[in-house]
């Protein structure tokens, strides 16, 4: 007897294993950033359609996930150091289980995009090439430390611009537009710190790395993130934002928490603790920026789901990104 035949898609079988790797390796819980950006963009453009929505929610999220795929797969030399787990699943799948995936991913977001209107489409166009050209070469736009955290910011940026292209226009100069990507760019310094050590050792030129010592970087970063409540002061100063985004300040107070856990941190693995604890007051500042914009029912609905999400794919370790590091703990001698 012949033995059965799997299902394929392509040249690659179709595994159950295989699409639990590629949705680990899609970091599930990082969709909330570019989700909670297009619903800001959207609703701040007088969007209400729970249609238009659900779709930029979904092309939100598979972009996304395509573009922690792609890094992953970009990424293994550094990640030998800093997450070997992840150079394993990689490894699993392959090449042709990764192109298939990133295949599926972007066909499905482009599918989608269609039913949002050419201007979506050319956001959308934009943001692939940014999520694509982020790790991969030719540019591969994160081995230089500002075009890194220029590209890493367009995951807000570009998905606000999204949403409000949504409604058939797009305006670069929209203050929560600038503040919201200069804020994620701010923030791109603080996910570079846990890989110190594995960007050194990988000779990777980050926003970490381009100083001599953990603690500069962690001072330097520390330091840019209170920035962007600079640039939101100087907004409502010039009336381009209303004074009720003066509330958007308490952030600030809940990152200095954060700022001295930073500084106390003796190893990456206490950093990426930090980091955890970061990502959650960078969507916690954008969710409650939404809720400024748009103080209604629809706003506090969105910021439970997105905390549940958040919660619920941590809950259940759907990260490819491992906050205990164990194999950086010296190993004790046999005797």
Do not use: C
């Not at 979506?120 to 934009?126: G, S, T």
């Amino acid at each position: 007897m012949s033995p059965p035949q799997l299902p394929i898609f392509g040249t690659v079988p179709i595994l159950p294993h295989t699409f639990q790797i590629v949705l680990r390796l899609s970091r599930p819980r990082t969709w909330t950033f570019a989700a909670s950006s297009f619903i800001l963009g959207y609703m701040l453009a007088g969007g209400s359609s729970l249609f238009q929505m659900a779709l930029g929610l979904a092309v939100a999220g598979l972009v996304t996930a395509a573009t922690n795929v792609v890094n992953a797969f970009a990424d293994r030399k550094e990640d030998a150091v800093n997450q070997p787990s992840r150079v394993f699943w990689i490894d699993q799948i392959g090449l042709p289980g990764t192109v298939t995936s990133l295949l599926v991913l972007y066909g499905m977001a482009v599918a989608a995009s269609v039913l949002l209107g050419p201007l979506f489409m050319l956001v959308l166009a934009v943001g692939i090439f940014n999520s694509i050209f982020y790790s991969v070469r030719p540019l591969r736009f994160k081995a230089r430390p500002l075009a890194s955290l220029v590209s890493f910011s367009g995951a807000v940026g570009l998905s606000f611009l999204s949403g409000v292209a949504v409604m058939g226009s797009v305006n670069l100069l929209n203050p929560v537009f600038l503040l919201l990507t200069y804020f994620m760019f701010t923030y791109g310094t603080v996910k570079n710190l846990p890989d110190y050590s594995g960007d050194k050792k990988a000779g990777t030129r980050t926003s970490a790395t381009i100083f001599h010592s953990l603690a500069n970087a962690v001072r330097f970063s520390g330091i840019l993130v209170f920035t962007p409540y600079i640039l939101l002061t100087a907004f409502i100063a010039a009336g381009s934002l209303a004074p009720i985004y003066l509330a958007d300040l308490g952030m600030g107070l809940i990152f200095a928490i954060i700022f001295f856990q930073m500084l106390r941190a003796k190893s990456s693995q206490e950093l990426e603790k930090t980091h955890t604890f970061g990502f959650f007051y960078a969507i916690s500042f954008i969710l409650f920026t939404l809720v400024l914009t748009s103080p209604t029912l629809a706003s506090i609905i969105v910021i439970l789901a997105a905390y549940l999400w958040t919660l619920l794919v941590s809950r259940v370790s759907l990260d490819s990104r491992v906050e205990n590091r164990d194999w950086e703990k010296p190993r004790r001698k046999k005797t």
